[in-house]
């Protein structure tokens, strides 16, 4: 499997391109950038520029974009108005919301990438067909526009009730709007449980988001620093390898040093979980 980093372990730094070497030294070969504004600020056409020329000649490639939750810099702090969400009953905030991740996705144009990864409301959201009429409404306009730039949507499961696997797909199944997945597996071990949600999402699984929990805070911690079951996450997620590449999702632990060598470390350990599992070919 191909082994990515999601930027979200150094959110709080402003990315440079000393980071993303540190990712092709350490061993990953692709990103997964998060979207906060303190982090890369979309709107900043030098700092995307710069990116731009980085990624141009070097062979870590961007494998997905992850859309952007708040509007400001200070991760949500300036106040509810801060808030991206694409399901917002109220047409102007729903406007704004959508042209807010139309801004990321224009990233494309300069660095070209695969995936945006989108949420459908937010977290412990509670259900509401209005919200599911909006969120159609933005999801309708977005495929299009990233669908423009070779980019194509996929839903997360969050901890909401809009976005369990069950959810997800009866929204599918009546807006036929033919969207993938993005499997996250510490939200599916705080709600119904990893191989449940994953059965029920597998086939349009196409990245994932893996990071430990312990069931109920959703804290992104390395592997092993919660209470997932890893060896049997790992053998769930190996059958349908040729999916989707091996994607961490992390938060930057207090006193680390080295970050992304200690995440291909653990990535690493995953990779042999994985490959245990995984019967010899006779």
Excluded at 82 to 89: F, M
């Amino acid at each position: 499997m191909q082994h990515v980093l999601s930027t979200h372990l150094f959110v709080k730094h402003r990315l440079t391109t000393y980071w993303l070497e540190r990712m092709w030294a350490a061993g990953f070969t692709a990103v997964e950038i998060f979207c906060a504004r303190q982090h890369i600020d979309y709107r900043d056409q030098a700092q995307i520029t710069e990116l731009g020329h980085w990624f141009h000649d070097s062979p870590l490639k961007m494998h997905s974009l992850h859309s952007p939750i708040y509007n400001d810099d200070v991760w949500g702090r300036s106040g509810p108005q801060a808030a991206v969400d694409i399901t917002e009953p109220k047409k102007a905030q729903r406007i704004s919301a959508v042209d807010e991740v139309k801004r990321a996705i224009e990233i494309a144009e300069v660095v070209p990438f695969r995936y945006l990864i989108q949420h459908l409301g937010a977290v412990d959201q509670e259900m509401d067909e209005r919200r599911l009429d909006a969120g159609f409404s933005s999801l309708e306009e977005l495929k299009v526009f990233a669908g423009q730039r070779g980019v194509e949507i996929l839903l997360e499961n969050i901890p909401n009730a809009l976005s369990s696997a069950e959810r997800l797909n009866e929204f599918l199944a009546q807006t036929h709007l033919n969207l993938g997945y993005c499997f996250d597996v510490g939200h599916a071990h705080m709600t119904r449980g990893i191989q449940s949600e994953f059965n029920q999402m597998k086939d349009r699984i196409r990245s994932l988001h893996i990071h430990d929990n312990d069931g109920h805070t959703d804290s992104h911690l390395f592997p092993g620093e919660g209470t997932v079951d890893w060896p049997r996450t790992m053998q769930l997620l190996a059958e349908r390898a040729d999916q989707y590449p091996l994607l961490l999702e992390l938060k930057e632990p207090l006193g680390m040093e080295h970050l992304i060598d200690e995440a291909k470390r653990c990535v690493d350990k995953l990779e042999a979980q994985r490959a245990q599992a995984v019967p010899p070919e006779r």
